[in-house]
């Protein structure tokens, strides 16, 4: 059982209700330091809700977010991602007309710009921080295979390399819990085979801890270490890739009702 301390993320009791729908009731999780989690469910399981309700785009009904030893209940976006939170979306979500590099940089810049003076006034080290910003998102650049296409606009690149660019601003901002979803919607075999390869490059060689949501049972299978299931709002189980294939709440879950593709 992981302690208190090596825990990233915990949270206990979410609930959440639109209305008189609930969405996620008596959610509970724990996320280890440099731990890579699988989230799935069926269409309208919750997994997107609780998403929304971690990074803070929506509020909690009840429930609690502990987040790197502080409560976050209710915290905004723009404070979650400041202590360290980052979030790909279902649908991409790029500066179109600004060019690849430059998409990236927006990441970086957020954990590490050079202040507002230090640009009206033009210091030095406003100049460092540019030169260190460049290098930092050439890096990643190449990380991601994307070097050919750094001064290339956004909106130009074929899908999957849109996708690795919102991967790559997120890592931009040097975040301590990566959460993506569906990192591999819309992709083709060969493009869904190389997102597994960059997610478990990244995690291991960015000392990341990843929650991951994801229809594409492959890359859930092929990637995560532990996966939890949740089905109508409430946690189904939890277990290694083994144990959720072959546990029967999971197969009824998913084979008891229609199959379809919209979102959670």
Not at 223 to 251: F, S, W
Request: glycine share 12%; net charge neutral.
């Amino acid at each position: 059982m992981a302690t208190e301390e090596s825990l990233l993320l915990k949270v206990e009791g979410l609930g959440k209700q639109f209305g008189g729908v609930r969405a996620l009731e008596g959610y509970d999780l724990t996320l280890k330091e440099g731990e890579l989690m699988g989230l799935i469910g069926p269409n309208g399981a919750g997994k997107t809700t609780v998403f929304n309700l971690i990074t803070g785009v929506l509020r909690p009904s009840k429930g609690r977010i502990i987040f790197r030893g502080k409560d976050i209940t209710g915290f905004k976006p723009d404070r979650n991602a400041a202590l360290g939170m980052a979030r790909t979306f279902q649908n991409i979500r790029l500066f179109n007309g600004l060019r690849v590099i430059d998409n990236v940089k927006v990441g970086i810049h957020m954990r590490h710009g050079a202040g507002l003076w230090a640009t009206v006034l033009n210091l030095p080290i406003l100049r460092r921080s540019e030169a260190a910003m460049e290098e930092r998102a050439l890096e990643i650049l190449n990380t991601f295979g994307l070097m050919g296409y750094k001064d290339e606009l956004a909106e130009n690149l074929p899908y999957g390399d849109q996708r690795k660019i919102e991967l790559g601003r997120a890592l931009a901002t040097a975040p301590k819990l990566l959460l993506l979803d569906e990192p591999a919607a819309g992709m083709n075999p060969q493009e869904t085979d190389e997102i597994i390869r960059l997610i478990s490059r990244i995690h291991q060689e960015h000392d990341l801890t990843i929650l991951l949501v994801e229809h594409d049972m492959k890359v859930i299978m092929g990637a995560c270490q532990r996966i939890q299931v949740i089905d109508q709002g409430k946690v189904l189980c939890l277990g290694t890739p083994e144990e959720i294939q072959n546990d029967p709440r999971v197969i009824e879950a998913y084979l008891g009702r229609p199959k379809g593709h919209g979102h959670a």
